[in-house]
């Protein structure tokens, strides 16, 4: 699998499984900065790997590492939304005053879950930038024999 479809399955898998404000909504969060992190792994060691050689079916180490830059600030949002996430997992709302403190966390959970959203974007165009065409070695011209010039003796 290719970094880009990598990076658009992981892409698919948050879309698919939206974080709600309930337990299953705080294992979907973890379990979406498992991934995360996994990819940023990957984009790392693909980085390290390109850099010791060059590899042609890789995108360039710098695309790699302003995807993987994007990918980091995905999973810094996710981390920051746990906090509101596990408030509202764990406080009741039983009382119109707690719904309404419960709003300022709703806020925040939904302002990080989207902001990785666009980060996650932003790691995927990051590599759409287009790769600069492969050097193609090109045979080397044939030296030109020129007849020496004998000497006489």
């Known amino acids: 699998m290719s970094v880009r479809q990598a990076v658009d399955a992981v892409t698919a898998d948050i879309s698919d499984h939206h974080t709600t404000v309930d337990g299953t909504g705080l294992f979907t969060a973890m ?12 984009m790392a060691a693909d980085v390290e790997y390109q850099l010791s050689s060059n590899i042609a079916d890789l995108p360039p180490a710098e695309t790699l590492g302003a995807s993987a830059g994007h990918l980091g600030r995905a999973i810094a949002h996710y981390t920051q939304a746990l906090a509101p996430l596990i408030t509202l997992t764990t406080t009741a709302q039983d009382t119109l005053q707690q719904k309404l403190d419960s709003l300022d966390h709703h806020s925040h959970l939904r302002i ?42």
């Open 112 to 153: 990080h879950l989207d902001d990785a959203d666009r980060a996650l974007a932003a790691a995927r165009t990051a590599l759409e930038v287009p790769r600069p065409p492969a050097a193609t070695s090109a045979p080397a011209p044939a030296p030109l024999h020129t007849p020496a010039a004998r000497r006489r003796a």
């Open 31 to 42: 379990r979406h900065i498992n991934l995360l992190c996994h990819l940023a792994a990957r």
